[in-house]
């Protein structure tokens, strides 16, 4: 056989080889044939949309005076008067009155138009110059200067273009020197102008460029230490071995996706600090932004590097758990790309610059970690939207790594036996078991968590008109649907005990009456926590005008109806997941007060808002010690409904009776409490959690004499 028959053969066989293995194949053909064209055309599509977005929204302009205004308003009408009819529909303007700053400008206003009247404000000048303020660095300021000066512009060729007809129609010819050209071919001068600075542009362009190069550098960078630890291991056949030892499979997992964290955080700090090295040393931004001088944001590296830690920990678990399921360092290598793919899509879905850090972007995993670096390097990111990204991003991150370790101790995992595989999702070869793992119950809570804070954005967003209807469908769709139901099936289809995961039992009867104490307190402590917490940390404006028009509508509701939907509904639905699923899973892995104070963490992070996180994790642990204290969920049920109905029933009261407790302030408890109602309240629920400590003690002594 010559060397070339040689040759053939040899490649005959490894290509062979190559080709009979499907995830290859799925890696060369499926993700640059099918996955590379539907992400580069669906940017290209959503780019379009947005443009079309902003050419046709309406966009508020700022004049100087009463009479400025008027002007503007009546060349804005003239002009869309004179728009041809088939030309497509366009932005519309609406003009107020206000001396509004150039740092101002953005997104409530977004540009400032000012007038010159070269012979007085009353007359008519001969060329009227227009001069237009905006923020360069604001995509909606941006679209409201190019739709102006648009339509401003075709306003000017209309005038220009009556001017010469009207020249052309005379029978007398105007004495020469009378006629000026500049004010016949251009009777409106339209200069724009950015009130951005050059710190402000320079961060807008780092924000475009740095934070998809600093998740994927993560991500890339904990790709290959995640395979070296799970499927490297098992090529070289340590990790029976390693699994010998007397160690639990959560303390093995831990370990390494700890390593694998480490090491992408790593490989992204220097990937930043070698891209900002060349971009401030190297003279790259001046070649590339001569006009837009770019200063690389050295103080806010470390703050980005602090919100990528959780972002690291979550792919890291991810990775470990995929990695896992390979049987060679080749497998591995195809089961990372479709992850790499899946961080890319929210990666490029952000991208584009009218996408805030807002609304249902706040927990969409990745993209919102990509939104969070971009806002603070562009420094237009408020701290609130940070406790947000960082607590949802942590939470997926838990729940991520009690997966990770779920899966690494299964001996189909363990032992790479593709077969029975399918012991891990199919019912029939499931055993029942008494309360769900942490495992579980964290990956559900991980699930919920954006599908219920998308359910809320899509029903309240800004406005909260038609409030009844919309509870309505929150306590069918969230409360009763997510929060109860799915739980339940959950048990169901895993064979997991619902009475002994709900502890759905009842308590000892001396702890109804500690529970009560507790429920008639709670709320006057937790409206004096409110008012120190505004103290520290004033309220957001958004947050003062929600509330407002919240109670302005409630007030004329039926009293029963609110309670029902504000009150019984969430304290029933909440109880069943925090308190029941929730904290049973935790309590298989964590001891009493780590599993309360975690499950009252995810509670108040349920909750959303920033401002009001804490008070619900504090309500938390106080329902989470009573549920653990009475071994039952009903006292929790009674004694939540009773926090959330108080403000309800008070304010439906005669004055006498909220004037008495000295809260109250026009027709809703919102004042201050007085001293005596506020010590009498603190007293009553000490009271309530030493009755409610007792009847624990009780009972368990009961239990040990039936024994």
Request: charged share 15%; aromatic share 8%; hydrophobic share 50%.
């Amino acid at each position: 056989m010559s060397r070339i028959q040689q040759f053939r053969v040899i490649y005959r066989k490894e290509l062979t080889d190559i080709l009979r293995d499907r995830r290859t194949l799925l890696a060369m053909i499926l993700i640059p044939v099918v996955l590379y064209p539907v992400l580069m055309l669906g940017f290209v599509w959503a780019a379009q949309a947005e443009r079309a977005s902003l050419r046709t929204q309406q966009y508020t302009i700022a004049a100087g005076d009463t009479v400025a205004a008027e002007q503007l308003r009546e060349l804005i009408h003239r002009a869309q008067a004179a728009r041809p009819p088939s030309e497509e529909k366009r932005a519309t303007f609406v003009v107020e009155v206000q001396d509004t700053p150039d740092e101002k400008l953005g997104d409530l206003i977004q540009a400032r138009v000012d007038l010159d009247f070269p012979e007085g404000p009353h007359a008519q000048p001969a060329v009227l110059s227009i001069r237009i303020r905006y923020s360069e660095i604001n995509v909606r300021s941006r679209a409201a200067m190019e739709e102006l000066s648009h339509l401003l512009g075709q306003l000017r060729e209309v005038l220009a273009r009556d001017s010469i007809q009207e020249l052309l129609d005379k029978t007398v010819p105007s004495p020469p020197g009378s006629i000026n050209a500049q004010t016949i071919l251009n009777p409106i001068e339209i200069t724009a102008s950015s009130t951005a600075t050059d710190q402000q542009r320079g961060g807008w362009a780092l924000g475009q460029i740095i934070p998809i190069i600093l998740v994927l550098m993560t991500i890339t960078g904990a790709v290959y230490p995640a395979i070296d630890l799970t499927a490297g291991e098992r090529e070289r056949g340590t990790l029976e071995t390693l699994m010998a030892t007397p160690t639990s499979p959560l303390t093995l997992i831990v370990g390494k996706f700890l390593v694998v964290a480490t090491i992408g955080l790593a490989t992204a700090t220097l990937n930043l600090a070698s891209v900002g090295a060349t971009m401030h040393f190297g003279g790259l931004t001046h070649a590339l932004t001569s006009e837009m001088p770019v200063r690389f944001p050295i103080g806010i590296l470390p703050v980005v590097l602090l919100c990528m830690v959780p972002f690291a920990l979550l792919f890291s678990a991810i990775l470990v758990a995929v990695c896992s399921f390979a049987r060679t360092f080749k497998e591995a290598q195809n089961y990372v790309m479709p992850v790499i793919i899946g961080a890319l899509i929210p990666s490029a879905a952000v991208t584009l610059p009218s996408v805030r850090l807002e609304g249902p972007m706040l927990v969409l995993p990745v993209g919102n970690m990509v939104l969070l670096a971009r806002e603070l390097f562009q420094q237009t990111c408020a701290w609130s939207s940070v406790a947000v990204v960082m607590l949802s991003t942590t939470l997926y991150a838990a729940a991520a790594i009690a997966l990770a370790a779920r899966l690494f101790g299964q001996e189909a995992v363990l032992f790479v036996d593709v077969g029975s595989y399918k012991t891990l999702i199919r019912r029939r070869f499931m055993r029942p078991s008494p309360a769900p793992s942490m495992s579980q119950t964290l990956v559900l809570v991980a699930l919920l968590f954006p599908v219920s804070f998308y359910a809320q954005n899509v029903l309240f967003g800004s406005s909260v008109e038609n409030l009844l209807h919309k509870l309505k469908i929150l306590a069918l769709m969230q409360f009763a649907g997510l929060f109860a139901i799915l739980p339940l099936a959950v048990c169901g289809y895993l064979k997991i005990d619902v009475v002994n995961t709900f502890r759905l039992r009842f308590p000892p009867a001396k702890a109804w009456l500690g529970v009560i104490l507790l429920g008639s307190s709670s709320y006057l402590l937790a409206h004096r926590f409110v008012q120190a917490q505004s103290w520290l940390t004033p309220p957001s404006d958004a947050l003062r005008q929600y509330e407002q028009q919240i109670n302005a509508q409630l007030g004329a509701a039926p009293l029963w109806l609110m309670v029902l939907l504000l009150s019984l509904t969430p304290a029933i639905t909440e109880e069943l997941l925090f308190r029941g699923f929730l904290l049973r899973g935790l309590s298989s892995g964590l001891r009493k007060w780590s599993a309360i104070v975690v499950a009252a963490v995810i509670f108040g992070v349920f909750h959303f808002m920033v401002e009001r996180m804490p008070l619900a994790t504090l309500l938390g642990v106080a329902l989470g010690y009573v549920c653990w204290q009475t071994r039952s969920i009903l006292p929790g049920m009674l004694m939540h409904a009773m926090h959330n109905a108080w403000p309800l029933v008070v304010s439906s009261l005669d004055e006498r009776v909220p004037r008495f407790l000295g809260m109250v302030e026009g027709h809703h408890p919102s004042g201050a409490i007085s001293i005596t109602v506020l010590l009498g309240a603190l007293l009553a629920f000490v009271a309530g959690i030493l009755i409610v400590r007792s009847a624990a003690r009780t009972e368990a002594v009961d239990q040990d004499r039936a024994w």
